[in-house]
């Protein structure tokens, strides 16, 4: 199958800093990404999604200035998270379609996790 | 508004024994449905899917599941579980973007 992959698997950084993950489709076109959160224990929250070549659309009550996310290419979606805070601190899941209408084609990368001192 | 409820937040059975993960959905037109399986610090994997069609839908690893409309459930079941079954399981709905929703999880311990 498909494969998505995240870059770093695990970041630690210090209170204040910014720290960008990466989620690639390896072998698919990705017209559009996902991007996750997850506290320890709980469930995945949607944050955003991602088309290529477009503005994110952000969920409810996710700060779009805190999360910055750049889908330039269609194999390549970022989440940038800006002077990060303890708060901060979660796994981070991306997912990846093919197409916008077929959710068959869906695929998660295998997480990063973000831990802010 | 979209939504997915799993009852259970915590699971133990015995290795052998037989399972059944509740998932419970809201969604105003037919509902893209789905069961994944998440290992601790790992990403998910799906274990199946229904779109439309027969509403027993077989997935990996001995994992079925089966859509009942009237119910608007869509329990994960398998015969036999196995250790390396232990994990956490997330049912979803999906739009017809690829939008899921997530449900709370539930947490399956397997006891030898």
Known sequence: GAVVSQHPSWVICKSGTSVKIECRSLDFQATTMFWYRQFPKQSLMLMATSNEGSKATYEQGVEKDKFLINHASLTLSTLTVTSAHPEDSSFYICSATQTATNTGELFFGEGSRLTVL | ?112
């Not at chain 2, 027969?54 to 009237?70: H, M, N, P, W, Y």
Request: net charge neutral; charged share 15%; with cysteine.
């Open chain 2, 1 to 112: 508004a979209q939504s997915v409820t799993q009852p259970d937040i915590h699971i133990t059975v015995s290795e052998g024994a037989s399972l059944e993960l509740r998932c419970n959905y809201s969604y105003g037109a037919t509902p893209y449905l789905f069961w994944y399986v998440q290992s601790p610090g790992q990403g998910l994997q799906l274990l199946l899917k229904y779109f439309s069609g027969d509403t027993l839908v077989q997935g990996i690893k001995g994992f079925e599941a089966e859509f009942k409309r009237s119910q608007s459930s869509f329990n994960l079941r398998k015969p036999s579980v196995h250790w390396s079954d232990a994990a956490e399981y997330f049912c979803a709905v999906a739009n017809q973007g690829g939008k899921l929703i997530f449900g709370q999880g539930t947490e399956l311990s397997v006891k030898p």
